[in-house]
């Protein structure tokens, strides 16, 4: 799973393999806590991550929705900034 950004200390990475089971999302690691978080609405979709790591994930996602639903879309994974 390739590494999109990182931010206070959590790592935000996309599979990169055709045909991705939808919704389009993202994975949220953060020590040994994990969220899995749907682009379009920003919900997280399943995991553990603390609150506070969840806000700054959406901040982020909020930022940078469009381009991660092309990559979803594309399957060109590059890098984005951090929060």
């Known amino acids: 799973m390739p590494e999109i950004a990182r931010f206070y200390g ?9 045909k991705e089971h ?5 994975h949220a690691l953060y020590g040994e806590y994990m969220g899995e978080f ?5 919900e ?5 991550l603390p609150i506070k790591a969840q806000e700054l ?3 982020w996602l909020g930022a940078h929705q469009a381009e991660l639903q092309e ?9 984005l900034p951090p929060l």
């Open 10 to 18: 959590i790592v935000i990475k996309m599979f990169f393999k055709p």
């Open 71 to 79: 990559m979803w879309e594309s399957q060109i994974i590059r890098k």
């Open 22 to 26: 939808e919704p389009s999302h993202i």
């Open 38 to 42: 749907n682009i379009q609405s920003m």
């Open 57 to 59: 994930v959406r901040e």
């Open 44 to 48: 997280m979709l399943q995991g553990d």
